[in-house]
């Protein structure tokens, strides 16, 4: 396998050396680095990227999802040119902000006013600040194995990060700084509890209540192993921030391109963030929710402002691409997408049987994992026990459906995009089994 691949990429071995002369590993994303070097890319078209070697692979990482449409799609190319004809970020307001918050308001009723940055680490760090300034408390709940953006508190779990793995994993643990250069004071203001684990929550909540600022949730556990949230959990953590005034953050920027969560299970957070595909292949970070608590921005209001800036937060070329995107992404596309999400998942779990291979897929709409072994997978611990010992299996394989001309993530991640057709998902579908009987 090892042979075949560095045989196919040669110029992207020369890159990633040469690379290295500029940055460090030769990448500038720790996710995007492997064993024994990445390949690197030259173009992207509809659903397929093309490497440096000219080798084309069919896409479905879609950049771990932040491009719902794939490459070059039509419409977003003809908003980014009108747009960019016109100007990038004037340093001022403008009429794009407004087209593109409308669209985000009425598609999540929760999002009574908004504000933009400029990724989804940007928006969780400033919904945090929000929920700080405006309940005057420090504390932040988050989740075990939980993924916010790389910010300092976001960067708190009880896990022994390997390589962004997340391998190692207690959920007995004291929490830690997942990352070196985490400062220490960070820890006394953030808790991380264990993810569908309603007693824990409601215990901890409470113990806390008149300390805590923000819970801060994903709908879906993403990079912890695609798991779904108990509606009973969420539910939990919305009674009990609202019976102590805290509030609660949905973090939507992975789940928004299958639909809301908070819209299918009714359960209305008071802020939620956004990033990826609502910027349309562009960089963009959406945080709002309540507009009592978004008032702390109105430079108009009686009391004292929080400081709110950025160069390049609601940018026009961002916004005008992602008005484009949402366009074209309405509800039957969704749906098509996430029918077509379980139609690979049944289809990657029928290869592992016939092969004898324990594993699953799990995940949600257009956006799939899959993990080898067996057992339960309720929260990150159990991803954790999934993962363990099986690096090099994973690695084997990912490099295996990048010989087949397949691009997944390397951590098994599955991301479709609207140009994706039903013959590629049967294509991945065959190409899988035959790398697990390899
Ligand atoms: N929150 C979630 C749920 C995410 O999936 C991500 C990105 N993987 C982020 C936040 C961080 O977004 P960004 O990489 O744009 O900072």
Redesign the pocket.
């Known amino acids: 396998i090892l042979d075949e691949y560095e045989d196919r990429t040669s110029v992207s071995r020369s890159a990633f050396l040469k690379a290295q002369d500029h940055m460090p590993g030769g990448d500038t994303r720790t996710m995007t680095s492997y064993w024994p070097y990445p390949v690197y890319f030259d173009k992207g078209q509809e659903n397929t990227v093309r490497d440096l070697d000219g080798n084309w692979y069919t896409d479905f990482l879609a950049n771990?999802g932040a491009l719902v449409h794939g490459h070059n799609h039509p419409a977003l190319i003809e908003a980014v040119h009108e747009q960019i004809e016109k100007g990038t970020a004037p340093g001022g307001p403008t009429f794009v902000q407004i087209e593109h918050a409308r669209r985000m308001r009425e598609r999540v009723p929760s999002l009574e006013k908004l504000r933009y940055c400029n990724?989804?680490?940007e928006a969780?760090m400033w919904a945090i600040r929000t929920a700080r300034a405006f309940t005057g408390r420090d504390l932040v709940i988050k989740i075990h194995g939980g993924?916010?953006?790389?910010h300092d508190w976001s960067q708190i779990s009880a896990f022994v990060a390997a390589g962004g793995e997340f391998e190692q994993y207690d959920r007995d643990l004291d929490p830690v700084q997942v990352s070196p250069g985490v400062p220490e004071s960070v820890l006394n203001s953030v808790l991380s509890i264990p993810y569908n684990d309603t007693a824990t929550a409601r215990r901890v909540l409470d113990d806390y209540a008149d300390r805590i600022a923000a819970v801060i949730v994903?709908p879906v556990l993403?990079?912890g192993g695609g798991i779904p949230a108990e509606p009973d959990f969420m539910r939990t953590l919305r009674d009990r921030t609202a019976a102590m005034e805290a509030l609660l953050v949905f973090?939507e920027?992975?789940t928004f391109r299958v639909g809301p969560w908070q819209l299918k299970h009714d359960v209305r957070p008071d802020l939620t963030t956004f990033?990826?595909i609502v910027g349309g292949g562009l960089p963009i970070?959406v945080f709002g929710g309540r507009s009592d608590v978004m008032k702390i921005f109105d430079p108009l209001s009686e009391s004292e402002p929080v400081f709110h800036a950025s160069a390049f937060g609601g940018n026009s070329l961002s916004l005008a691409a992602g008005i484009a995107a949402l366009d074209n992404f309405g509800s039957d596309e969704i749906e098509r997408l996430n029918e077509l999400g379980s139609t690979l998942r049944a289809g990657l779990d029928r290869m592992a049987a016939r092969e004898g291979i324990a594993g699953d897929a799990v995940g949600f709409g257009s956006i799939s994992y899959f993990h080898f072994g067996s057992g339960r997978l309720d929260n990150a611990a159990d991803t954790a026990a999934r993962r363990a010992n099986r690096a090099t299996l994973r690695g084997l394989v990912h490099l295996e459906l990048l010989n087949k001309g397949f691009l997944v993530g390397r951590h098994g991640i599955i991301c479709l995009s609207t140009p994706t057709s039903n013959e590629a998902v049967s294509g991945l579908i065959s190409a899988f089994g035959e790398v697990l009987r390899k």
């Open positions: 771990y990724s989804g680490t969780t993924y916010h953006g790389t994903e993403g990079v973090d920027c992975a990033s990826k970070g």
